[in-house]
């Protein structure tokens, strides 16, 4: 069965330092990679998505994130962190072998910057 | 462009009492549609997952049912709501491997 690990379950940062919020999954096939962000008491909103190609995927608000096949991980990176950042983040996973959509998430990463 | 609708964006309920939250979609036709509940300070659960009108499947036994009487619409309902329903409940759409969220409803059971 597939699943996802977020390493932590909470990062603090200081304003413009960079970050890092790691993830890594298992899977004994393909899969597609995702990573969303959640606002207090709002819906998840997609950051960024591996589907195939290059490995480095840049995504919205200044995310990038890089596939790696050998370690299994897509971790999430920003140079530089705004206030605005301060939200929760998820790694998702797609499992490309069911008749539907089904994707896996990771038990979320809480980012708080620090002014 | 495709949006997702939920409302109510909030409700309060008290214990024994019915529940329907309703989800619709615009923009995109035969979505593969998806409810899910998120507890608080926790991650998400898928409740329902639905490829087609009347075609409903659910990924865990609990208190809920979920119907989709139209292509872009999905409706999740109790006939009696439990304390443990509480939770922030998604409503999300995909086409191909990529699913979008709405913007939630928050329930809370009292």
């Known amino acids: 069965a597939q699943s996802v690990t977020q390493l932590d379950s909470q990062v603090p940062v200081f304003e413009e330092a960079p970050v890092e919020l790691r993830c890594n999954y298992s899977?004994?096939?393909?899969?597609?990679l995702f990573w969303y962000v959640q606002y207090p008491n709002q819906g998840l909103q997609l950051l960024l998505k591996?589907?195939?190609?290059?490995?480095l995927v840049k995504g919205i608000n200044g995310f990038e994130a890089e596939f790696n096949k050998s370690q299994t991980s897509f971790h999430l990176r920003k140079p530089s962190v705004h206030i605005s950042d301060t939200a929760e983040y998820f790694c998702?996973?797609?499992?490309?072998?069911?008749?539907?959509?089904?994707?896996?998430f990771g038990p979320g990463t809480s980012l708080s910057v620090i002014p | 462009s495709q949006t997702i609708h939920q409302w109510p964006a909030t409700l309060v309920q008290p214990v024994g009492s019915p529940l329907s939250l309703e989800c619709t979609v615009e923009g995109t036709s035969n979505p593969n549609l998806y409810w899910y509940r998120q507890a608080a300070g926790r991650g998400l659960q898928l409740l329902f997952y639905s490829v087609g009108i009347g075609q409903i499947s659910s990924e865990v036994p609990q208190n809920l049912s979920a119907s989709r009487p139209q292509d872009r619409q999905f409706i999740l309902s109790s006939k009696k709501l439990l304390l443990s329903d509480s939770g922030f409940y998604l409503c999300?759409?995909?086409?191909?491997?990529?699913?979008?969220f709405g913007p939630g409803t928050r329930l809370l059971v009292l």
């Open positions: 591996y589907l195939s190609g290059s490995t």
């Open positions: 998702a996973v797609s499992d490309l072998r069911t008749s539907y959509d089904k994707v896996i």
């Open positions: 999300a759409w995909s086409s191909q491997e990529t699913q979008y």
């Open positions: 899977s004994s096939v393909s899969v597609y």
